[in-house]
């Protein structure tokens, strides 16, 4: 339940953006991001298990997928809903896609092949896609994401998100990152 304000990794180099960041060129991604060894494999690059898509919405968590894994993730997993599984494997079929979990057995085995989360592109707002979250978050230990629906469904109820993320987390200090835009803070904070 505590807030913190972190830095993000800028620094004193924030100080040199007057007004706006420059433009994300190859240079500047050379100085600011350490290169992946030469005989590094995506077994050593870590795996992330983005969970979203329900029926209609598997876009968000395919462009979600795209992005880790060009940022040099080692393996990505699509957690969907079962109607949203032949899309998103049409759509990236360098990710590994698996179904919501049904049983506890499912969720562990999801849960026990990440090393971070990403809850929330394309999950919707519906009281399945909230069960769901309230069960990854009561169990899961280990760094997390919350991002788009994974917020509009604790629309006005961020005591009750904070208790999930805190939950777990009182038996190891792992991050809980919330990305909200200005709409889906406002809902969360009910202004």
């Known amino acids: 339940g505590t807030i913190v304000v972190a830095a993000i990794g800028l620094g004193a180099e924030s100080g040199r953006f007057a007004q706006a960041p420059p433009l994300v060129d190859a240079a500047m991604v050379r100085a600011h991001v350490p290169p992946i060894a030469a005989d590094a494999h995506k077994g050593v690059r870590k795996r992330l298990a983005i969970v979203g898509g329900a029926l209609g919405m598997a876009g968000a968590p395919v462009l979600a997928a795209r992005a880790a894994l060009r940022s040099g993730i080692g393996m990505v997993k699509l957690c969907v809903a079962r109607e949203s599984m032949g899309a998103v494997q049409s759509a990236e079929p360098t990710a590994m896609a698996v179904a919501w979990p049904e049983t506890e057995r499912e969720r562990d085995e999801l849960l026990g092949w990440a090393h971070a989360l990403l809850i929330g592109p394309g999950i919707g707002a519906t009281p399945r896609a909230r069960a769901l979250v309230g069960d990854l978050l ?39 990152v919330i990305t909200p835009h200005v709409v889906e803070f406002a809902r969360l904070a009910g202004l």
Do not use: C, I, K, N
């Open 138 to 176: 009561s169990v899961w230990t280990g760094p997390v994401v919350l991002d788009a629906d994974a917020l509009t469904l604790f629309e006005g109820e961020p005591a009750a998100l904070g208790a999930l993320l805190g939950a777990a987390r009182r038996t190891r200090a792992s991050p809980a």
